[in-house]
T-cell receptor, first 111, second 114 residues
Framework: GNSVTQMEGPVTLSEEAFLTINCTYT??????LFWYVQYPGEGLQLLLK?????DKGSNKGFEATYRKETTSFHLEKGSVQVSDSAVYFC??????????FGSGTRLSIRP | NAGVTQTPKFQVLKTGQSMTLQCAQD?????MSWYRQDPGMGLRLIHY???????DQGEVPNGYNVSRSTTEDFPLRLLSAAPSQTSVYFC?????????????FGQGTRLTVV
């Protein structure tokens, strides 16, 4: 079945550091891939998405590229800020409103 | 601009009690879902609906019931609460079955069963 595996946290970085959160997936076909972010006390919100191989999703300085050959969708940001502290979920779209989520990675940024 | 609204935000139940978690969306979305979030396990799908009058089971449906009498509302019922149902519950909605469709989430209900 479809599944998502992402880097375990927590991840703690200093402000302006480079961020990578790894995500790999198992799926039949070529599902759409997502990164969702959950800020403290809030629900999840879409950060970025990619719907086909080699697509790059980007938003708020974050980027992720859909790599079919390595079945990966790693999240990157060149210079993180304290306001990026949150839990990040990698996910894939399965069917009929079913989204399959990874376990989440908690990111903390030190000033 | 309400989006997806969940009530209550917090709830404590005793084992064996029943309750209904409410979810409403004002975006005229066809698809609605309930997830539970547990530490280290991400979000797991409980039940989902592809339109009014149509519901189906997700990955972890046992102990929960749903119904969808209107497009806007998708309540989740706990029939006889158990400590294993202590979790954070999220309702989500989306426009349709398009593989790039974004899901919109409510702010969650934190449920504790003692």
């Amino acid at each position: 079945g479809n599944s998502v595996t992402q880097m375990e946290g927590p991840v703690t970085l200093s402000e302006e550091a480079f961020l990578t959160i790894n995500c790999t997936y198992t799926a039949t076909g070529y599902p759409s891939l997502f990164w969702y972010v959950q800020y403290p006390g809030e629900g999840l919100q879409l950060l970025l998405k990619a719907t086909k191989a080699d697509d790059k999703g980007s938003n708020k300085g974050f980027e992720a590229t859909y790599r079919k050959e390595t079945t990966s969708f790693h999240l990157e940001k060149g210079s993180v800020q304290v306001s990026d502290s949150a839990v990040y979920f990698c996910a894939l779209y399965s069917s009929a409103s079913k989204i399959i989520f990874g376990s989440g990675t908690r990111l903390s940024i030190r000033p | 601009n309400a989006g997806v609204t969940q009530t209550p935000k917090f709830q404590v139940l005793k084992t064996g009690q029943s309750m209904t978690l409410q979810c409403a969306q004002d975006m005229n979305h066809e698809y609605m879902s309930w997830y539970r979030q547990d530490p280290g396990m991400g979000l797991r799908l409980i039940h989902y609906s592809v339109g009014a009058g149509i519901t189906d089971q997700g990955e972890v449906p046992n102990g929960y019931n749903v119904s969808r009498s209107t497009t806007e509302d998708f309540p989740l019922r706990l029939l006889s609460a158990a400590p294993s149902q202590t979790s954070v519950y999220f309702c989500a909605s989306s426009y349709g079955d398009n593989k790039g469709t974004e899901a919109f989430f409510g702010q969650g209900t934190r449920l504790t069963v003692v």
